[in-house]
């Protein structure tokens, strides 16, 4: 059974910072690109950063350059998101996403509520 369990998620002050972890089992950690998204209340999901399969590769959205950073340990099969200099725009909930690179499958985790308000 296929899951991918978030946490770190929590409100915090604008300027603050938090780390999100999303730790998978059940999939072949390595053959997976991992991704975060986001989706604010009203708002349609979108991608915040991504990870390819070995890490030698990632993208981010243009809103978040600069103060997000994704990182992966293939060791524990899990992928992390630091995100500093938050802003109340920052504010949604974090999904974590693993694609497959050797086929088709796709997972998401349940989500994790980041909230940045004083």
């Known amino acids: 059974q296929v899951q991918l369990v978030e946490s770190g998620g929590g409100l915090v002050q604008p300027g603050g910072s938090l780390r999100l972890s999303c730790a998978t089992s059940g999939v072949t950690f390595r053959n997976y690109a991992m991704s975060w998204y986001r989706q604010a209340p009203g708002k349609e999901r979108e991608l915040v950063a991504g990870m390819s399969n070995t890490g030698g590769t990632t993208n981010y959205a243009d809103s978040v350059k600069g103060r997000f950073t994704i990182s992966r340990d293939n060791a524990r099969n899990t992928v992390y998101l630091q995100m500093n200099s938050l802003k109340s725009e920052d504010t949604a909930v974090y999904y974590c996403?693993?694609?497959?690179?050797?086929?088709?499958?796709?997972?998401w985790g349940q989500g994790t509520q980041v909230t940045v308000s004083s």
């Open positions: 996403n693993a694609h497959s690179v050797i086929s088709s499958w796709a997972y």
